[in-house]
């Protein structure tokens, strides 16, 4: 190896490491308690190193959304290539973006905190978290396609703005503050109860009338979010 090489290597892992020590940060703190001084001391280096790779911690934080955003595009593609209905790579695909907030919940956070206001529309990295996520809604948008072609999805429905539809949803769902999960338990439901239902409630709306399904009926393709509930005050009095 070359000593263009590396120093190529070099500067590639040293960049590596200021990421790894900036997520380690945001992870455990909010992004106004981060601040670059705190990374450069995490990492060992000084500050203005920080900014040879870094335009601002804008930029850094940015780069460690684009982390999580790979992760959830690569869970959306498995589900893609599954063999499979198109209807049933519908709710594998909303169950994976719900194993995605139960495994990285600092990344799901991030990335939805970054979808705010706080954040310049200047930042190069935006455009890019855009097209991520964007690539995700385009694969969910290619199920739907392929489930109106195979006729486990109804016809009537336009595959762009049903894969809108559920993609806002998955979002609302797994972003919901904790005074609308308070509510539900409050009913007797816990939050996975709730997010069971969903899957229960949608599947049968979007499935075609030839093919009415349920998605105690994806069982065998990997889908587990399939049980009916029932509030837990009413299963108290059962028992």
Known sequence: MGIADRRQREKEQ?????????????????????SMEDIAR????NKATIYLYFKNKEAL??????????ILKEKYTECMEKEVSGIVKIALMGQAYYQFAQEYPDYLRMIHFYGSERFSKENPCTAEIGKGYGTCRLILRDAIQEGIDDSTIRSDLDPFLTSMYLMISFMG????????????????FSYEQ????????????????????????????????TEPVAPEKEKRKKS
């Open 194 to 225: 709730y997010t069971s239902e969903f899957f229960r409630f949608i599947i049968p709306a979007i499935s075609s009338g030839s093919h009415k399904m349920d998605v105690k009926d994806f069982a065998s393709s990997g889908f587990f979010l």
């Open 173 to 188: 769902i797994l972003s919901m503050e904790n005074k609308w999960k308070l509510v539900i338990e409050a009913e007797g």
């Open 14 to 34: 040293r960049k590596t490491e200021i990421i790894d020590a900036a997520e380690s940060l945001f992870f455990s703190r909010s992004y106004e308690e981060v």
């Open 42 to 45: 995490e990492v060992e280096l």
């Open 61 to 70: 934080y940015a780069t460690i959304v684009l982390r999580g955003i790979d």
